[in-house]
């Protein structure tokens, strides 16, 4: 006979369990090829019952997106404490696995997915991801050892997430860029952030 209730312990578990199914998704096989229905079947529950905790994928997505921020803390300060990496390699791995994110288990938004994502946030939502957004990027300059303010922490969050954004985009959604070069496209931006935060690195904030 199916289970008519749940406790809200309950319920709380089953919520914490399918961010994590759906952040272990998406960071496998790309958000847009993660359905609700490979995520709700992982945890074990119903169609009806997943959007009992999520009105839509969307309000999923930004709370994996959430869950996601204290483990790539955790990555860039294992990479800072590699006595075999200098801290430019440490720096240029860090946002090199992030730009390939799905080779490395990290989730990364496309164009098309933060367009429909942003479109659906309230207003209220919208205020604490932004919020929640600069605490990450100021954080991880902070474990490069870079003092930020926040023209320093604005300017990282965009040219990291455009060398991200860009690598994803080539060439469906960007089809007049040279797919060839992607690659070599992406380590030239990355090599251009890196000089930045070296400069930043030895000089005070203005």
Sequence with gaps: MPRVAYSEEDRERIRTELVAAGLELMAKQGIQHTTVEQVYKRVGISRTFF?????????LI???????????????????????????????????????????????????EQQLIFKRLSKGSYQEFRQKQLRLF??????????????????????????????????????????????????FQLNAIVDTLEKWKTRPIP
Aim: hydrophobic share 45%.
């Design 51 to 59: 959007y009992s905790f999520f009105s839509t994928k969307e309000d």
């Design 62 to 112: 930004v709370e994996t997106l959430y869950l996601q921020q204290p483990k790539i803390i955790k990555y860039v300060q294992t990479l800072m404490a590699d006595p075999a990496l200098s801290w430019r390699d440490a720096v240029k791995q860090f946002l090199h696995a992030c730009c390939y994110g799905e080779k490395n288990g990290i989730a990364v938004l496309t164009i098309e």
């Design 138 to 187: 100021r954080e991880i300059l902070e474990n490069f050892g870079i003092k930020a303010d926040t023209a320093r922490i604005h300017l990282f969050t965009n040219l990291s997430l455009t060398a991200m954004v860009v690598r994803r985009a080539i060439p469906s959604t960007l089809p007049l860029f040279v797919p060839e070069a992607a690659d070599e496209t992406v380590d």
